[in-house]
């Protein structure tokens, strides 16, 4: 019982992680179906225990290293039932030009038990390499293939790409330490009730063949999300299937900040 809420906790971050996604039209904060303000809350459960709270969140544009970007931002913190077994504290921020084409920050501040990492991956277009490093140490340099994403900004490149099912698409992703070519599969339309709300949800499943730790260990491993079918395209859940068991994250609450 331990065990399976120690990893349970953290599945939100790694399941969302692995969402990779095509890219779409070019979208900026003008004609975009989401803009800065928005915030959506989660309840992280196992089963029917729940587990903690996690956070996506739209901060005002910046300027890195005089290029526009958009500020993503993921946070997931375990609640005191959870903190007993395995504190979870993590934030992620993701920085990527107005045209929503590629990457140029991610950050990811992490504790989870004993577990301290401070990353910062840099994205040097002109060279085409990102550079990864922990605490200020860097620690490799990839190579990028064109239109790389990190891992959060894919989330948000989902939410602007035309679906219908049937649709299998791709995309290059890195947290900066490897290159993936990510698939996602549209599985088709379905009615959720949610916190006393109904909505019209659009089914899809990332795929897990190249994905390794808890996912690799479970032979029928399924990630699967729930997202609005009309727009702004909120996530209305997420949902792990792995060898400790079943986890969902719903949405219970959604802000927009002026």
């Known amino acids: 019982m331990i065990k399976k809420i120690e990893r349970v906790v953290v599945l939100f971050v790694i399941s969302l992680f692995l969402a990779f996604f095509p890219r779409p039209a070019t979208a900026t904060t003008q004609d975009a179906s989401f803009r800065p303000g928005e915030r959506l809350v989660f309840q992280l459960r196992w089963g029917f225990v729940p587990v903690g709270e996690a956070t996506l969140e739209i901060l005002p544009e910046?300027?890195?290293?005089?290029?526009?970007?958009?500020?993503?931002?993921?946070?997931?913190?375990?609640?005191?039932?959870?903190?007993?077994?395995?504190?979870?504290?993590d934030r992620v921020d993701s920085y990527v030009d107005r045209g929503l084409n590629h990457s140029i920050l991610y950050k990811k501040d992490q504790q989870e038990g004993k577990t301290r990492r401070n990353v910062e991956v840099v994205f040097n277009w002109d060279e085409n390499k990102a550079d990864y490093s922990n605490f200020g140490k860097e620690q490799k340099t990839i190579s990028l293939m064109p239109d790389t994403l990190?891992?959060?900004?894919?989330?948000?490149?989902?939410?602007?790409?035309?679906?219908?099912?049937?649709?299998?698409?791709?995309?290059?992703?890195?947290?900066?330490?490897?290159?993936?070519?990510?698939?996602?599969?549209?599985?088709?339309?379905?009615?959720?009730?949610?916190?006393?709300?109904?909505?019209?949800?659009?089914?899809?499943?990332?795929?897990?063949?190249?994905?390794?730790?808890?996912?690799?260990?479970?032979?029928?491993?399924?990630?699967?999300?729930?997202?609005?079918?009309d727009n702004p395209r909120l996530l209305v859940r997420l949902q792990s299937k792995v060898v400790v068991g079943s986890f969902v994250a719903d949405l219970v609450a959604v802000e927009q900040k002026q």
């Open 150 to 229: 990190d891992p959060l900004a894919a989330f948000y490149f989902l939410r602007q790409t035309p679906f219908q099912e049937g649709t299998e698409v791709t995309r290059p992703i890195t947290d900066g330490k490897k290159n993936v070519i990510g698939r996602v599969r549209m599985q088709g339309r379905e009615t959720l009730e949610i916190n006393g709300r109904t909505y019209d949800t659009m089914l899809v499943e990332p795929d897990l063949q190249h994905v390794g730790g808890v996912f690799e260990k479970s032979k029928n491993a399924k990630i699967r999300l729930w997202l609005s079918a």
């Open 62 to 89: 910046e300027e890195i290293n005089g290029v526009p970007a958009w500020h993503f931002v993921l946070t997931a913190k375990s609640n005191s039932f959870a903190d007993v077994f395995y504190k979870v504290r």
